[in-house]
């Protein structure tokens, strides 16, 4: 288990842009794959995009492809989310999250699969 700590959401405008950041606490941060879920009220938690640190795969959500981003900075240890051409669809509590040696593949990973998450974000976006 990793410990994670995020950062970034907010509040913004519909069509405008947010960057989430999950920092890792290990070293061994390669051998996860992290990423991201939301939930809103009333709504399935919803697997929104992951990136595999070993092999660099990426998943993203039909619903964020096009305007959504994920990316890694191995010397930070970090994570990032780029949200741009952000909707009002789009506002949830989104929670980072890690799990060791993870693969991907064309379905989003589920929450039981992931033994780390970070302390959750909320996102809001405005119409």
């Known amino acids: 288990e990793v410990q994670l700590v995020e950062s970034g959401g907010g509040l913004v405008q519909a069509g405008g842009s947010l960057r989430l950041s999950c920092a890792a606490s290990?070293?061994?941060?390669?051998?996860?794959?992290v990423g991201w879920f939301r939930q809103a009220p009333g709504k399935e938690r919803e697997g929104v995009s992951f990136i595999s640190r070993r092999d660099g795969s990426t998943y993203y959500a039909d619903s964020v492809k096009g305007r959504f981003t994920i990316s890694a900075d191995n010397s930070k240890n970090t994570v990032y989310l780029e949200m741009n051409s952000l909707k009002p669809e789009d506002t949830a509590v989104y929670s980072c999250?890690?799990?060791?040696?993870?693969?991907?593949?064309?379905?989003?990973?589920?929450?039981?699969?992931?033994?780390?998450w970070g302390q959750g974000t909320q996102v809001t976006v405005s119409s």
């Open positions: 999250a890690a799990g060791l040696w993870l693969e991907l593949t064309t379905r989003s990973p589920l929450p039981n699969e992931f033994d780390s």
């Open positions: 290990t070293f061994a941060f390669d051998e996860y794959t």
